[in-house]
């Protein structure tokens, strides 16, 4: 295994930092480093905000779900979609109006749009945290940023082609972790298909869950694994969180399209 493999295979999520904050050059070797991410098009659909002012990683601690660990981080990254940029340039080059000229459709960014936007600015947060974890830096991804557009919207001064997709907070480990190994995976049958998509079946939902059913250990295998879907939905997917998450990116996708300020 090459170095790099072993970064990726031994990362895992830090949510609990010692006190060491993170120096001026490690901030910069980790921007840089995301800088060269791949991006569609070399457009660099995507703005980082380096979020240091402690008032606005205490508000985030709250208005992500309500997530102490955010306002400790020593080092708060925000990931934004953005078109704003490209509009602002558009505009500015007078592209348009050539495009009229030319007998084209001018338009403004949509949801397709969003979406290449938000895999830019996607890859490049998991860019900075495979480079931070290269310098023993943890990470770890919030994506309850996605909730309260209005509220992260007035406190980052957010335009309208922008779109919050990702939080990472950064920091070294404290010296005891979360999780004392690392958290299984799915085995990657389930997860990796050949050239065409094989929806998994039934039977086969014990084996996928094994790692999750364990949770449970004085139920039969197959129980022990229903339960934990079950708690997963009731947990994760039906939570308040994850209903105000669509609510929010809904508001989101509205600001694009121009159907609400
Ligand atoms: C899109 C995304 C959103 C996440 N949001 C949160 C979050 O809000 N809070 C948190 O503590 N962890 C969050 N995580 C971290 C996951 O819980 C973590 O990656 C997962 O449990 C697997 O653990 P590992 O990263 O240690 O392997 C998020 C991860 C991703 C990729």
């Known amino acids: 295994m090459n170095e790099t493999f072993s970064v990726i295979h031994n990362r895992r999520s830090t949510r609990k930092y010692a006190d060491t904050p993170i120096t001026a050059e490690e901030k ?5 480093a995301t800088m060269r991410a791949p991006t569609a098009g070399n457009m660099m659909l995507y703005t980082i905000i ?7 990683k205490d508000r985030l601690a709250v208005s992500c779900d309500n997530q102490p660990f955010i306002a400790s981080a020593p080092y708060v990254l925000l990931f934004l979609a953005d078109y704003q940029r490209w509009v602002d340039a558009f505009d500015w080059s007078g592209a348009p109006q050539t495009c009229v000229e030319q007998g084209l459709l001018p338009r403004l960014p ?18 900075a945290v495979i480079a931070a974890e290269s310098m023993g830096i943890g990470s770890c991804y919030i994506g309850d940023i996605l909730e309260n557009c209005d509220e992260h919207r007035t406190m980052f001064n957010l335009p309208r082609y922008t779109f919050p997709i990702t939080l990472v907070c950064f920091g070294r480990p404290y010296a005891t972790r979360e999780h004392p190994r690392l958290i299984k995976r799915f085995d990657r049958r389930f997860v990796v298909h050949r050239d065409r998509y094989t929806q998994i079946e039934t039977n086969e939902f014990p084996a996928m869950l094994e790692h999750a059913a364990q949770q449970f250990p004085n139920l039969q295998p197959g129980e022990a694994a229903m339960k934990a879907v079950q708690g997963i939905y009731t947990r994760k997917f039906v939570s ?7 609510r929010s990116v809904k508001q989101w996708m509205a600001i694009w399209n121009g159907d609400q300020e």
């Open 28 to 32: 910069d070797a980790i921007l840089n």
């Open 50 to 56: 380096e979020v240091e002012d402690q008032s606005l």
């Open 110 to 127: 949509q949801e397709g749009d969003m979406m290449l936007a938000c895999c830019d600015a996607l890859i490049a947060a998991q860019t």
């Open 240 to 246: 308040d969180f994850s209903v105000e998450m669509t």
